[in-house]
Nanobody, 124 residues
């Protein structure tokens, strides 16, 4: 079955860390640019970070720059999003997706296959 599956979300306090995983099955993740998106209640889905396929170039939204790190482990067919210094405004459902492009300002318009999403809640 061809799919992306996110894991690693949860409920944490401000300042804590989480690592999200995006595991692919049925296809080779290394062939694709991969992006992380998030959608908070009442807001549009926004691009958070992406990593390119061949040279692992990375891009980050200004709101997470310096706190989030995207990486990939091709041997495990998995992409990660390390999230540090979490803030309440990071609360959202996080999705990973294959991308046709990975550059600054990437959006849902360049996304292909989506994962089901995972909840991240940051609250005291």
């Amino acid at each position: 079955q061809v799919q992306l599956v996110e894991s690693g979300g949860g409920l944490v306090q401000p300042g804590a860390s989480l690592r999200l995983s995006c595991a692919a099955s049925g296809f080779t993740l290394s062939y694709w640019h991969i992006g992380w998106f998030r959608q908070a209640p009442g807001k549009e889905r926004e691009g958070v970070s992406c990593i390119s396929n061949t040279d692992s170039r990375t891009y980050y939204a200004d709101s997470v720059k310096g706190r989030f790190t995207i990486s990939r482990d091709n041997a495990k067919n998995t992409v990660y999003l390390q999230m540090n210094s979490l803030k309440p405004e990071d609360t959202a459902v996080y999705y990973c997706a294959t991308l046709f492009q990975c550059n600054g300002g990437f959006s849902t318009s360049v996304a292909g296959r989506w994962g089901q999403g995972i909840q991240v809640t940051v609250t005291s």
